[in-house]
């Protein structure tokens, strides 16, 4: 299902949450990790010794790069980048390996177990040529094997499409599947026939809900629950970047689970049997 993954990778619990993740989504959906570490300029050093104190600096880096791998059991090309602007790099290398995902983790000041996007992060997240998954704060200590996944439905476009992805990726991993629907009050018959709807379109893993209240919070709030989280972007900027709209940005804050978020517009990862089907033709 996934071609390759980029995770970005540093010394930090950050990067340690992100690769834990990422091998999750490998185990899960299959794929190649590319696991990047960015550096940035040092421009203190004269221009003279710069040559060889980067080639030093890149063998370091790499060798601790590849210890992190060892230490975490992931399998992972390891790639060192260097760049002013750690996301610029991670979109690059998404853009220049065709990635299906990104994988980020959560600020360093988040709380136990919950993401918050620091700079970093969130600026991973905002305009990814690819979908983005964050690890929440300390994944890397209980990761936890695609068993449920849940997906914020709201019957738009975007929504349809992470509800496919979510149904693809529990086929691949045996998990089920939870489609909720947050509505008001007075819209709760209409959003459950809408819900059963596409529910009906993926089969029998999936089970339909209906919650009354605010999107991002009634979602936040039954997260724990779940080992992964799936929405679309609903922000308008350009196709295939991920915007993120509001809903988004708070599940991002409140979330214990990590959370998976397509872009708009850009292709999401097949399945084996489209794949196969699109070589065929």
Same mark, same amino acid.
């Given at each position: 299902?996934?071609? =390759?993954?980029?995770? @970005?990778? +540093? !010394?930090?619990?950050?990067? $340690?949450? #992100?690769?834990?993740?990422?091998? &999750?989504?490998? /185990?899960?959906?299959?794929?190649?990790?590319?696991?990047?570490?960015?550096?940035?300029?040092?421009?203190?050093?004269?221009?003279?010794?710069?040559?060889?104190?980067?080639?030093?600096?890149?063998?370091?880096?790499?060798?601790?790069?590849?210890?992190?791998?060892?230490?975490?059991?992931?399998?992972?090309?390891?790639?060192?980048?260097?760049?002013?602007?750690?996301?610029?790099?991670?979109?690059?290398?998404?853009?220049?390996?065709?990635?299906?995902?990104?994988?980020?983790?959560?600020?360093?000041?988040?709380?136990?177990? =919950?993401?918050?996007? @620091?700079? +970093? !992060?969130?600026?991973?997240? $905002?305009? #990814?040529?690819?979908?983005?998954? &964050?690890?929440? /704060?300390?994944?890397?200590?209980?990761?936890?094997?695609?068993?449920?996944?849940?997906?914020?439905?709201?019957?738009?476009?975007?929504?349809?499409?992470?509800?496919?992805?979510?149904?693809?990726?529990?086929?691949?991993?045996?998990?089920?599947?939870?489609?909720?629907?947050?509505?008001?009050?007075?819209?709760?018959?209409?959003?459950?026939?809408?819900?059963?709807?596409?529910?009906?379109?993926?089969?029998?893993?999936?089970?339909?809900?209906?919650?009354?209240?605010?999107?991002?919070?009634?979602?936040?709030?039954?997260?724990?629950?779940?080992?992964?989280?799936?929405?679309?972007?609903?922000?308008?900027?350009?196709?295939?970047?991920?915007?993120?709209?509001?809903?988004?940005?708070?599940?991002?804050?409140?979330?214990?689970?990590?959370?998976?978020?397509?872009?708009?517009?850009?292709?999401?990862?097949?399945?084996?049997?489209?794949?196969?089907?699109?070589?065929?033709?």
């Amino acid at each position: 299902m996934f071609k =390759r993954i980029v995770a @970005g990778v +540093d !010394a930090r619990q950050g990067g $340690r949450d #992100a690769l834990t993740l990422a091998g &999750v989504l490998q /185990r899960a959906g299959g794929g190649e990790i590319v696991a990047v570490h960015v550096y940035t300029y040092d421009r203190t050093v004269p221009l003279a010794e710069a040559g060889a104190v980067e080639d030093a600096l890149h063998g370091e880096l790499l060798a601790t790069l590849e210890g992190q791998l060892a230490a975490a059991g992931v399998a992972a090309r390891p790639v060192i980048a260097r760049d002013l602007a750690p996301a610029r790099a991670l979109h690059a290398a998404a853009e220049r390996e065709q990635a299906d995902v990104i994988v980020v983790g959560s600020c360093h000041r988040a709380g136990a177990n =919950r993401l918050l996007t @620091g700079d +970093d !992060a969130a600026a991973a997240l $905002r305009g #990814a040529p690819c979908a983005v998954a &964050v690890a929440p /704060r300390g994944y890397a200590r209980s990761p936890r094997e695609l068993r449920l996944i849940g997906v914020g439905y709201d019957g738009s476009h975007e929504a349809r499409r992470a509800l496919e992805l979510a149904c693809r990726l529990a086929g691949e991993a045996a998990a089920g599947v939870r489609a909720t629907m947050v509505v008001r009050p007075s819209g709760a018959g209409e959003g459950q026939d809408a819900l059963e709807r596409a529910a009906a379109e993926c089969g029998d893993r999936i089970t339909p809900e209906i919650m009354v209240g605010t999107a991002s919070e009634r979602l936040a709030s039954s997260s724990g629950e779940l080992d992964l989280l799936v929405v679309g972007s609903r922000g308008y900027g350009p196709l295939r970047r991920v915007i993120l709209g509001s809903t988004s940005t708070e599940l991002f804050r409140g979330a214990a689970c990590p959370v998976l978020v397509l872009a708009r517009g850009a292709a999401a990862p097949q399945d084996k049997h489209s794949e196969e089907a699109a070589r065929a033709g």
